[in-house]
């Protein structure tokens, strides 16, 4: 069965702006700017007054779930260029210290699990890496597109699965302990 429209609608606010050219949504705050391609999707997106307007005309069950999607997605913008997203990793293991380290634009992981071998993982665009000084075996990867940020904690925590071991034993790795918008100052 079709529903004949589907609608909803985010709060744009202040000190944001949002520019809407054909489907591509382009959020600017005081942190910088996000664009996002939603072209793929059938529907239309307008802006009314101080709000945007998802609307899906005919719609079966899977497009009805899009609406919902874009909602969220065009609200992490508007948090992203507001405060911004913080993901918190800590280091877990039993023996051999991890080692983590920044080079360049690469996240370096030595002596897990005594490998000798580095893994290597490159920040993607916008990600800003910070070892915690008050915490121990601690990073905090920052920035305004929460993909990005958490792409890259993604990448560094499967670099760090544990492979032909028995993983109730071996529980070694750097997980995400905390994430979320940066807290307001």
Known sequence: MKTVLA???VEIPAGVT?????RVIKVTGPRGSLTRDFKHMA???????????????????????????VVSHIDNMMVGVTRGFLYKMRF??????INVTLNG?????????????????KLLDG?????????KDQIELSGNDIAMVSLTAAQIQG???????DLRKFLD??????KGPMPEE
């Open 105 to 121: 634009e690469n996240v370096e992981i030595r002596n897990f699990l005594g490998e000798k071998r580095v893994r290597k993982i």
């Open 173 to 178: 790795g750097i997980y995400v302990s905390e």
């Open 43 to 69: 529907m239309d997106l307008r802006q009314v007054d101080n709000s945007i307007r998802v609307d899906v005309w005919f719609a079966n069950r899977k497009q009805l779930a899009t609406v919902r999607t």
């Open 18 to 22: 949002v520019e809407i050219a054909s």
């Open 92 to 97: 877990v293991y039993s023996h051999f210290p």
């Open 159 to 165: 670099q760090t699965n544990v492979r032909k071991k």
């Open 127 to 135: 990600v800003k890496y910070v070892r915690s000084a008050d915490v």
């Open 7 to 9: 609608s909803r609608s």
